[in-house]
């Protein structure tokens, strides 16, 4: 079963940013997209982007531009997002998540999820 | 960006009850990129379906979904206790950005 491990809660400021990490298996990191999926308080799933550990090509949501940054660790096979200028609107679970398609074309589907990180976003 | 427009926003149904959920696309999506999944309070969402008809590994047959274009069907036929939960439509076309329905609350009656 494959176990993708996140960092721990987070409070920010208004302001901040946020770096968020997400461990994944090390026998297939270069073979899965890995995406960033967000989820405020009692609402639904907001797609942030994704990073293809292999070359480190991101796509991220249009509302994201210039504040999502994502990036590999291929020594410690751990992926990591930042998101800066926090608002308070940015309050919400982070997950990370992949799929389990060897194709990369259909790896927009997500498998397994890690466990979530809480940004919490406040004065 | 492809809107996903499900309905209803919820359903409250008794368990052996047949549900059946939909997610209507902006633009037509190839069915290959359209996706379920159920998610649980206080869990990570799970995939059910993937390819628009496929079901993932460990799901029960009875979740089955269907649809082409801008028209995708879930249905989950003898509810289960544990079937009661949130629903959501995803598209993953690679040409666009990804994209999630609003939500289907199924409900217990």
């Known amino acids: 079963q494959v176990q993708l491990v996140q960092s721990a809660t987070e409070v920010k400021k208004p302001g901040d940013s946020v770096r968020l990490s997400c461990e994944a298996p090390?026998?297939?990191?270069?073979?899965?997209?890995i995406h960033w999926v967000r989820q405020a308080p009692g609402q639904g799933l907001q797609w942030v982007g994704s990073?293809?550990?292999?070359?480190?090509?991101?796509e991220n949501a249009e509302r994201f531009q210039g504040r999502v940054s994502m990036t590999t660790d291929t020594s410690t096979t751990t992926v990591y997002m930042e998101l800066s200028n926090l608002i308070p609107e940015d309050t919400a679970v982070y997950y990370c998540?992949?799929?389990?398609?060897?194709?990369?074309?259909?790896?927009?589907?997500?498998?397994?999820w890690g466990q979530g990180s809480l940004v919490t976003v406040s004065s | 960006e492809i809107v996903l427009l499900q309905s209803p926003d919820a359903l409250s149904l008794s368990p052996g009850e047949s549900a059946t959920l939909s997610c209507r696309a902006s633009?037509?999506?190839?069915?290959?990129?359209l996706a379920w999944y159920q998610q649980r309070p206080g869990q990570a969402p799970r995939v059910l379906i993937y390819?628009?008809?496929s079901r993932a590994t460990g799901v029960p047959d009875r979740f089955s979904a269907s649809g082409t274009g801008t028209d995708f069907t879930l249905t989950i036929s003898s509810l289960e206790p544990e079937d009661f939960a949130v629903y959501y439509c995803?598209?993953?076309?690679?040409?666009?950005?990804?994209?999630f329905g609003q939500g289907t609350r199924l409900d217990i009656k």
């Open positions: 633009q037509s999506i190839s069915s290959t990129y």
């Open positions: 390819g628009a008809s």
């Open positions: 998540a992949r799929s389990d398609s060897v194709l990369r074309f259909l790896q927009g589907y997500l498998y397994f």
């Open positions: 990073i293809d550990p292999l070359g480190g090509h991101t």
């Open positions: 995803q598209q993953y076309s690679k040409s666009v950005s990804i994209t």
């Open positions: 090390g026998d297939t990191f270069t073979n899965h997209l």
